[in-house]
């Protein structure tokens, strides 16, 4: 229980912070559709999941890494990290903000976007941000027909 204490200690960033911070370092790394479901008030053990994926196992396994580390940097720590040995399904949990980075055909089939219809969802947009809130896009999100995946 003293680990988990101390990590949620050394939290330093809000929800909204958190996340936005893991937008901007999945888009860093080329990262896939992030998508922010709101999900305070329908789970107990969350306020928000962030799902994104990679296009293969090196790149899951990449985002992980990437926002272990960022996230790092600005002193919050994981309570726990599953998936790292299989790389097709990386949960992150950052108490507040839970994060899934998935191998497309996986984030496909266990559809979580899906499981969590009734929560309120945002596409977050990608590139440099300044505010320390997510930025929502109410209906969806456009392609970037100059993104090479």
Not at 13 to 18: D, F, K, T, V
Not at 107 to 119: D, I, Q, S, V
Not at 128 to 138: D, E, F, M, N, Y
Request: charged content about 25%; some cysteine.
């Amino acid at each position: 229980m003293k680990e988990a204490d101390t990590a949620l200690a050394q939290n330093t960033l809000g929800a909204e912070a958190l996340l936005e911070l893991a937008v901007q370092t999945i888009d860093a790394v080329k990262g896939l559709d992030p998508v922010a479901l709101e999900v305070k008030g329908i789970c107990s053990f969350a306020d928000y999941f962030l799902i994104a994926s990679g296009t293969s196992r090196r790149h899951v396994l990449a985002l992980a890494e990437h926002l272990e580390e960022a996230l790092g940097r600005a002193g919050v720590k994981p309570l726990g990290v599953e998936g790292l040995q299989e790389g097709q399904w990386v949960l992150m949990d950052y108490n507040d903000v839970v994060i899934h980075i998935f191998s497309e055909p996986l984030r496909e089939f266990y559809n979580l976007e899906g499981l969590w219809a009734e929560a309120p969802r945002f596409f977050m947009e990608t590139g440099p941000a300044v505010s320390h809130a997510p930025a929502a896009v109410g209906s969806g999100k456009e392609t970037d027909p100059t993104r090479h995946e």
